[in-house]
C-alpha cells in the first residue's frame, strides 16, 4: 500500500509541475502586445521631453537677451556713447563673459546698430539692440531672430 501511494503522489507531482510548465511563459501575442504599448508610451515621453528642453532654451534665450540689452542701455547711459561690440561691454566690466546663444550653441549675435543721441554734442552710431542668430522658429511660431 505504501507503494502504491507513494507512486501515486509521485504521478500527482509531475502532473503538477507539466501544468506548471505550460502556463508559466507568455505567449507571443502577450509580449507583443506589451511591446507595443512600451513603444507608444516611449514616443510620448520623447515627444513631450523635446518640447520641455526646446521651452527651457526659449527661456534661457529671452532671459540672456534680456540681460544683453540691459547691459547695452546701461553702457550707452554711463558711456554716453553705445558700445560698438559685445567686446566693449566685456572690457568695460558690464559683462562677465559673452553667453552663449541656446538655439545655435555659439557666441554669435546679431548686432543692431543705430544712431545714439544722448546729448546735443552726439553724432556717432553704436550696438543698440541684438538678436539671435537662429533661423529656427520658438513654440509661439515667431522666428529666433526677430526677438
Not at 59 to 79: G, H, P
Not at 102 to 112: G, N, S, Y
Not at 129 to 144: E, R
Amino acid at each position: 500500500m505504501n507503494r502504491w501511494l507513494h507512486s501515486v503522489g509521485q504521478h500527482r507531482l509531475r502532473g503538477a509541475a507539466s501544468r506548471r510548465r505550460q502556463t508559466a511563459g507568455f505567449t507571443l501575442i502577450e509580449l507583443m502586445i506589451v511591446i507595443t504599448i512600451i513603444l507608444i508610451l516611449l514616443g510620448i515621453a520623447a515627444s513631450s521631453y523635446r518640447n520641455a528642453v526646446r521651452h527651457a532654451r526659449e527661456a534661457v534665450l529671452k532671459s540672456d537677451l534680456q540681460e544683453l540689452r540691459k547691459s547695452i542701455d546701461n553702457y550707452t547711459l554711463d558711456k554716453q556713447a553705445a558700445p560698438q561690440s559685445l567686446d566693449d561691454l566685456l572690457q568695460a566690466k558690464y559683462l562677465h563673459s559673452i553667453p552663449i546663444d541656446p538655439m545655435t550653441h555659439q557666441a554669435d549675435w546679431v548686432p543692431v546698430f543705430d544712431n545714439v543721441v544722448l546729448s546735443p554734442d552726439q553724432n556717432n552710431s553704436g550696438m543698440t539692440d541684438l538678436h539671435s542668430n537662429s533661423g529656427d522658429t520658438a513654440l509661439d511660431g515667431t522666428p529666433y531672430n526677430t526677438w
